[in-house]
């Protein structure tokens, strides 16, 4: 944990560069997060086909969560500084948990969220994960949170996240315990792949002198990108109204 003393022979970015980095970042990922909803091919092909599709389910499972740079901000964020497989393991099923629990009791009693608020919430996600790995709630309030039960409570909000977006779907009710489970496994298998792909970065990152030097000046770069996440969605969820 760096924040607010980083550890010896870490770098603190200048603003300039700081900035520089953190405007990268936002274009890399809230550009894609805020069109982040449903294709309007994949709308009209759901709309169309009633009964038990598992593929077609599975494989808009897996692009939803491979698209979801909010997700991916929040799987980044949770496994930055875990170094062993078996506690990557439990974090990672303790979100996947969390967001199987709450998409599938979502869709399924069709509980609605408002879709602005909800994401406001995950980018938040991303914003509290990103100060956890700074360190900045032992300085602040002399205490740190559980991480296992924040991860799962932030996948239940994840859930949540999904199920709306499944809602403007518009599944048939026939075959919809099926589709959603597929959908489900989709999702899980789109979160395998996008975590290997980090793993396999942060891997070799964690093995040069570079990656204690930035990861105060990355996860301060994260936080930014949460906070216009959040604004975004809130700005949304104010003109909806």
């Not at 959908?183 to 298998?189: D, R, S």
Request: proline share 3%; hydrophobic share 50%.
């Amino acid at each position: 944990m760096l924040f607010p003393l980083q550890r010896a022979g870490a770098e603190r970015w200048t603003p300039t560069r700081l900035l520089l980095l953190s405007c990268i970042l936002l274009l890399a990922f809230t550009l894609p997060a805020m069109a982040h909803g449903i294709a309007t091919g994949d709308k009209g092909y759901i709309q169309e086909i009633s009964g038990i599709n598992l593929i077609p389910f599975m494989y808009l499972g897996a692009k939803h969560m491979v698209t979801g740079y909010d997700h991916i901000l929040f799987l980044l964020a949770v496994v930055f500084f875990i170094y062993k497989s078996r506690d990557i393991g439990i974090y990672v099923s303790l979100f996947a948990i969390g967001h199987s629990t709450t998409m599938l009791l979502g869709v399924y009693f069709n509980i609605g969220i408002n879709a602005y608020l909800i994401d406001a919430i995950i980018g938040f996600s991303v914003v509290y994960k990103a100060l956890d790995n700074m360190g900045a709630y032992r300085v602040w309030f002399k205490y740190q949170p559980n991480t296992r039960l924040t991860t799962l409570v932030f996948g239940f909000f994840h859930g949540f996240g999904l199920s709306t977006k499944i809602h403007e779907y518009d599944i048939s009710p026939d075959g919809l315990v099926p589709n959603l489970l597929a959908f489900n496994v989709g999702v899980e298998l789109g979160q395998l792949l996008a975590l290997s792909g980090i793993l396999i970065v942060m891997g070799y990152w964690r093995r040069t002198q570079t990656f204690w030097r930035y990861a105060y000046s990355l996860n301060t770069t994260m936080m930014t990108a949460g906070f216009a996440l959040v604004g975004y969605q809130l700005t949304g969820l104010f003109l909806s109204l």
